[in-house]
């Protein structure tokens, strides 16, 4: 999800302890957009802990699972094994893919990947004339609250601004991307997805989870403080009595790789 080259922030067993939501949510990802066919072979670019990769391979002849983190790739490696199905630790700016995959699929992924043009030209190389792309990603306005909360919270510190890991596009952003690089768009969702993180800690374990990397410049005692504020200034938004509540914005594509 990140490049190789810089720290590995990511922990398979807390991604799928605490953020099971971002791959469950994203099922009919799978079968509605997807719709792996039995004879295909299929890229996952960006699998993760491999939840997702595993349920395409019980459809498709034969699954490839790449993401960045090696945390992540292990955690996979570990526990889905399958004869049509393998993992490896790869950068997606560097896809070294020549027309082999009738289909690449990516979820919660590419939102990691800027800048995205060199990521969607490897995609197409990667794909047989003709071939799909199915992606969900974080669109424009994801996770503003979370983000303006932490943003505040240092100001407030006297820290300077630390610059967000994620690109969320538009639509209209996305489409122009896919275009540049071959690709025919033939269906684009923007929606809005509120999800739980579950339990009194969740939008600590969320900033710890995915915002590792954005924090990293602080020392421990600066990082708690921030969080902790983050977290006082997004509470009334985001707190429903029980659980957090993000505010997640999700961006769906279907693409072809023009012949």
């Given at each position: 999800?990140?490049?190789?080259?810089?720290?590995?922030?990511?922990?398979?067993?807390?991604?799928r302890?605490?953020?099971?939501?971002?791959?469950?949510?994203?099922?009919?990802?799978?079968?509605?957009?997807?719709?792996?066919?039995?004879?295909?072979?299929i890229?996952?670019?960006?699998?993760?802990?491999?939840?997702?990769?595993?349920?395409?391979?019980?459809?498709?002849?034969?699954?490839?699972?790449?993401?960045?983190?090696?945390?992540?790739?292990?955690?996979?490696?570990?526990?889905?094994?399958?004869?049509?199905?393998?993992?490896?630790?790869?950068?997606?700016?560097?896809?070294?893919?020549?027309?082999?995959?009738?289909?690449?699929?990516?979820?919660?992924?590419?939102?990691?990947?800027?800048?995205?043009?060199?990521?969607?030209s490897g995609?197409?190389?990667?794909?047989?004339?003709?071939?799909?792309?199915?992606l969900?990603?974080?669109?424009?306005?994801?996770?503003?609250?979370?983000?303006?909360?932490?943003?505040?919270a240092?100001?407030?510190?006297?820290?300077p601004?630390?610059?967000h890991?994620w690109?969320?596009?538009s639509?209209?952003?996305?489409?122009?991307?896919?275009?540049?690089?071959g690709?025919?768009?033939?269906?684009?969702?923007?929606?809005?997805?509120?999800?739980?993180?579950?339990?009194?800690?969740?939008?600590r374990?969320?900033?710890?989870?995915?915002?590792?990397?954005?924090?990293?410049?602080?020392?421990?005692?600066?990082?708690?403080?921030?969080?902790?504020?983050?977290e006082?200034?997004?509470?009334p938004?985001?707190w429903?009595?029980?659980?957090?509540?993000a505010?997640?914005?999700?961006?769906?594509?279907?693409?072809?790789?023009?012949v």
């Amino acid at each position: 999800m990140t490049n190789p080259t810089t720290a590995d922030y990511w922990s398979a067993e807390q991604y799928r302890g605490r953020h099971a939501f971002v791959y469950e949510a994203s099922r009919d990802l799978v079968t509605d957009w997807l719709s792996p066919q039995p004879d295909e072979r299929i890229l996952d670019l960006g699998c993760g802990t491999g939840e997702l990769t595993a349920q395409i391979a019980q459809a498709a002849g034969h699954v490839h699972g790449i993401d960045a983190s090696a945390q992540m790739i292990a955690g996979a490696q570990a526990k889905h094994v399958r004869d049509n199905l393998s993992f490896e630790v790869q950068d997606a700016h560097r896809l070294p893919y020549r027309s082999g995959f009738g289909a690449v699929f990516s979820n919660a992924a590419l939102h990691w990947m800027a800048p995205l043009g060199g990521v969607f030209s490897g995609v197409a190389r990667s794909l047989i004339p003709g071939g799909r792309l199915a992606l969900e990603m974080g669109g424009a306005g994801n996770v503003l609250v979370v983000r303006e909360s932490v943003e505040q919270a240092l100001s407030e510190a006297g820290l300077p601004a630390l610059k967000h890991p994620w690109m969320f596009p538009s639509p209209g952003e996305l489409a122009t991307l896919l275009e540049a690089a071959g690709f025919t768009v033939r269906r684009l969702h923007l929606f809005e997805r509120p999800s739980v993180l579950v339990g009194a800690d969740g939008f600590r374990a969320w900033l710890e989870g995915f915002g590792s990397g954005w924090l990293a410049p602080l020392t421990p005692k600066q990082r708690s403080a921030v969080i902790r504020r983050a977290e006082e200034l997004a509470r009334p938004e985001l707190w429903n009595g029980t659980d957090w509540v993000a505010d997640y914005v999700r961006l769906r594509a279907l693409a072809l790789r023009g012949v």
